[in-house]
């Protein structure tokens, strides 16, 4: 690509959520390359890692605008790996790079790109890793939005840094770099016991809610026993820790549950909570991208906390999704049980994706609901 301008007008977010406020490219992408550049130049192929590229534009600017080779990256959500393949297609890229696990990424890296995530433990399990695995001399950069970083990050990079500096803002973004890694034992998988519950939940850094039980997740548990009496089959869809695949499992013996989400993070979290609780001989966890491994019409009981916000914005087609997906992968008569924010009102996308949907509990804070698979 002759210039960022080439390169990043031809990224998409596809096959992510598109609305008029969501971008495939920002500006923190674009500074993140900018600050980087020197240490780029310097480096060989294998030697660069990014974490957490939302839609590509770190990679494939990394390769095209500066030059690295065999670049690694490791992204949590499913959906940001296929759209940093999609776009590495579009801009004839593919094959510039490979996808890893977290756990893999750094190994010998010089220079690591990183999205800077909302959560501090997801930042923290992060420098871990990259502190144990990277070069002696590597770079780290970690990018955020100004209004999201705070100086409990740079806290956390000095926990597995030694040296940690700011670079000045432009366009509401900011970059921390971190150097002189200092390896240590990692803090992840973490496990909290839930007496009230009977459980004991176990959290990777960037797994929503970490080692507690959301609010929401409360609310549909509170239903456990009205859920699909005779179910045998059951699908924690975008189950985070994995809370609601053990409750269910824990209840009924004879249930079989099936727990898929598109976190990475999330999937070794629920996979630890399945372990700890010694559920996971009748917990399969997967992870994709709205039950798309699940075959049709094979579950009898579906249960769903959907996230609502992308970033900044409510996006109400995010559950929208989620939502047909249990439509596919039910029985008919199977049943639906969700929980959402009260003023969302999803009771009539429900009725029209699923079946009939009738209320099962409302507060001022959260509705559940219960929809009947269609026959």
Same mark, same amino acid.
């Given at each position: ?11 998409r977010?596809?096959p992510?959520v ?9 500006a923190t992408?674009?500074?993140? =390359?900018?600050?980087?550049a020197?240490?780029?130049?310097? &480096?060989? *192929?294998g ?6 590229d ?10 095209a ?30 094959? +510039? ?10 190994? #010998?890296?010089?220079?690591v790109l ?9 930042l ?21 939005r ?7 990050? @740079? ?17 509401? +973004? ?6 002189? *890694? ?6 992840? *998988? ?11 939940v ?6 929503f809610? #970490?080692?507690?039980?959301? =609010? ?7 239903a456990? #026993? ?8 059951? =699908?924690?869809?975008? &189950? ?15 249930l ?20 700890? @609780? ?19 019409a094979?579950?009898?009981l579906?249960?769903?906390?959907? *996230?609502?916000?992308?970033g900044?914005?409510v996006?109400t087609?995010?559950?929208d999704?989620l ?12 049943? $639906?049980w ?5 003023? $969302?009102?999803?009771?009539?996308? $429900? ?19 219960c ?5």
């Amino acid at each position: 690509m002759s210039s960022p301008a080439d390169l990043f007008d031809r990224l998409r977010r596809d096959p992510d959520v598109e609305a008029p406020e969501l971008v495939a490219v920002d500006a923190t992408d674009r500074l993140l =390359l900018d600050e980087a550049a020197a240490a780029l130049a310097l &480096c060989g *192929p294998g030697e660069v890692a990014v974490v957490d590229d939302s839609y590509g534009a770190l990679t494939l600017g990394a390769t095209a605008l500066h030059g690295a080779r065999d670049v690694r990256v490791a992204q949590d959500l499913l959906v940001g790996e296929r759209a940093l393949a999609r776009n590495a297609e579009r801009t004839d890229l593919a094959g +510039s790079y490979r996808s890893l696990p977290l756990a893999e990424v750094a190994a #010998g890296a010089r220079v690591v790109l990183v999205k800077a995530p909302k959560a501090l433990d997801a930042l923290r399990e992060i420098a871990e890793v990259v502190a144990a695995a990277a070069a002696p001399d590597v770079s780290v950069f970690v990018g955020g939005r100004v209004k999201h970083m705070t100086h409990a990050m @740079n806290d956390v990079l000095r926990d597995s840094f030694t040296d940690v500096s700011a670079t000045l803002a432009r366009q509401k +973004s900011r970059v921390l770099v971190a150097r002189g *890694p200092r390896p240590g034992p990692s803090s992840f *998988p973490r496990c909290q016991e839930h007496s009230d519950l009977g459980l004991t939940v176990c959290a990777h850094g960037a797994a929503f809610a #970490g080692t507690k039980v959301d =609010l929401g997740t409360r609310a549909l548990l509170r239903a456990l #026993g009205e859920m699909a009496p005779d179910a045998v089959t059951a =699908l924690d869809l975008g &189950c985070g820790t994995g809370v609601l695949a053990a409750a269910l499992a824990s209840a009924r013996p004879g249930l079989r549950v099936t727990a898929v989400d598109q976190s990475a993070a999330a999937v070794a979290s629920a996979g630890a909570t399945a372990v700890v @609780n010694r559920l996971d001989a009748r917990i399969d966890v997967v992870r994709d991208d709205a039950a798309e491994t699940v075959p049709d019409a094979s579950v009898d009981l579906v249960v769903c906390n959907p *996230p609502f916000h992308l970033g900044a914005a409510v996006v109400t087609t995010a559950a929208d999704g989620l939502f047909a997906a249990a439509a596919r992968v039910l029985r008919p008569g199977g049943e $639906l049980w969700t929980v959402y924010n009260s003023p $969302l009102r999803y009771r009539s996308g $429900l009725n029209r994706l699923v079946g009939p949907t009738r209320l099962a509990g409302q507060d001022r804070r959260f509705t559940v609901t219960c929809s009947t698979r269609r026959g």
